[in-house]
């Protein structure tokens, strides 16, 4: 990995993986996608879809499904899925009333909040536990935390 | 090897003790257990140590059984003996069923000074030993032993030996309430200290044995699904269960210390 020195935000600080990809195995064939639905991003999803009732949710960071290799196999499968962006996206307050929404009306089984190691993307689990507590119900929330080249940091039960 | 692999544990303890003591330099604290009936690979499956670690655990038993054995010592290091254990990371589910164990124990590390103190011409000493009673039945055992029993152990095979432990050791904790329930009735001191004594006792290792063995591994085995059900039937349960009830078993153990010290100090005041 090499780090282009252009410090500021770790969240958009240039860096140069290239040379970590090379010499990996090539593989062959298609693999199917997990995807079970339509729309994805958070604004534009609804908690009264129906692959959303007693689902298990996963909230993921717009960037974490470009950086885990394996996301679709080991992370998408069998979940539904909302995405969103902590830092760029517009009317938060929105999110925070949606994913309530899903809790309690959807009444979704598990929330799975997936985010990159970049500070600024801590924001969506602090979105989802800003929802948890308005919510009637309680249901357990994971974070999942990757780092910049789709290694898992850190896996835990938060609530 | 694959003989004793097999075996129950305390079958092999009693014919290698060394393996016994092998077993507690690695935090496994079958020695003191009333049943023994896990085959020892089960108990080497189920406490999950670290590959290295529980490759030399191996050939340490191993050896210990066939001394004279030509066995390949693992390479590595050899571990830390006493390792300390992390902090463990509960699924929500799971933690609730831990912290129903910290209230347990705030009556549970009482018990010895109870029975240090027991005056069983007193009141005061009796009603404390009757509602420890109440909080060992409604709270410790229809509430948090209930949600194990009928919810719990459906996510695992009811089969395994581990699980037959715990449930027995559910059954002779029952059964020393109904002993301390009569010995009250007579006014039998003996007795008493010697069930509720005995209660305190199976509990405190009871309670140890699931937060550091039984429900790690039970919670390794859950799929994220599984941890969503088992928290809403959890909380299905808890609602179930009449509020009036828990608030005075929460209430009984958060104040027992303090009762139990008003009895001393009136105590030493007749004196």
Known sequence: MSDMGMGGCPGSRMQDFREDTKGGKEEGGTRQSQLRQWPIQLHLVSPEAPYYQKADVLLAADCVAYSVGDFHKDYLKGKSIAIACPKLDEGQDIYVEKIASFIDDAKINTLTVMTMQVPCCAGLVSIAQQALQSAKRKIPVKSIVVNLQGGILSEEWVS | ?271
């Not at chain 2, 499956?45 to 001394?67: T, V």
């Not at chain 2, 069923?97 to 000493?125: F, N, Q, T, Y």
């Not at chain 2, 699904?225 to 179930?240: H, I, P, W, Y």
């Open chain 2, 1 to 271: 090897m694959e003989k004793y692999l097999n075996a129950p544990i305390k079958d092999i303890i009693t014919k290698f003790p060394e393996v016994g003591r092998i077993l507690e330099d690695y935090n496994i604290g079958c020695v003191p257990c009333t049943l023994g009936s896990c085959l020892l690979k089960d108990i080497v499956a189920i406490h999950n140590l670290p590959a290295d670690q529980e490759a030399q655990l191996m050939y340490r038993i191993e050896k210990a059984i066939y001394p004279d054995r030509d066995i390949k010592k693992p390479e590595g290091k050899a571990m830390a003996r006493k390792a300390p254990v992390g902090k463990i990371q509960y699924s929500p589910p799971i933690k609730k069923l831990v912290d129903e164990h910290a209230l347990i124990k705030r009556w549970l590390e009482l018990i010895p000074e109870v029975l240090e103190k027991i005056d069983i011409e007193s009141k005061a000493c009796r009603q404390l030993i009757l509602d420890g009673l109440d909080f060992i039945r409604s709270y410790a055992d229809k509430f948090h032993h209930a949600k194990e029993e009928d919810i719990l152990f459906g996510y695992t095979d009811k089969n395994l030996d581990i699980i037959k432990t715990i449930l027995q050791d559910h059954e002779t904790a029952r059964s020393h309430v109904k002993a301390i329930l009569e010995a009250l009735k007579s006014k039998d001191r003996k007795s008493i200290i010697e069930h509720l004594g005995a209660y305190g006792d199976l509990l405190a290792e009871h309670i140890k044995k699931e937060d550091e063995i039984l429900y790690p591994w039970i919670d390794r085995g859950l799929s994220t699904r599984q941890v969503g059900e088992l928290f809403a039937k959890f909380n299905e349960a808890e609602e179930s269960m009449d509020k009036g009830v828990v608030d005075r078993c929460e209430k009984f153990a958060l104040e027992a210390g303090e009762r139990v010290q008003k009895m001393e100090r009136k105590k030493e005041e007749v004196k």
